[in-house]
């Protein structure tokens, strides 16, 4: 992979962690204030996509794992919090 490629993922993997973290934290913050398990579970769903990307950064530059593997670690992980996400808003309280 060319350097700028690499950068160029880092700072995208880098951008959905923030911003996956902001998301999860502001849905956290409002399960706290309302006790709403929709918004517990939506955080969650959002906690878990967010580990998805962190992890398959993690195993990619760090640990070097194959892109197969990390690929399949990712995806699984994006696939169980959207399924989160979609419980949650399909639920109500």
């Not at 990390?70 to 696939?79: F, H």
């Not at 919090?81 to 808003?89: D, E, K, M, R, T």
């Amino acid at each position: 992979m060319s350097p700028h490629v690499s950068i160029t993922v880092i700072a995208l993997k880098t951008l959905t962690l923030l911003l996956g973290g902001l998301i999860t934290f502001l849905a956290y913050r409002a399960y706290r204030r309302t006790h709403s398990q929709s918004l517990g579970a939506l955080a969650a769903g959002f906690a878990v996509v967010t580990l998805g990307a962190l992890l398959a950064g993690i195993s990619d530059l760090i640990v070097e794992l194959p892109i197969q593997q990390t690929l399949l670690l990712e995806s699984t992980l994006t696939a169980g919090g959207f399924a989160v996400i979609v419980y949650s808003l399909y639920t109500s309280d």
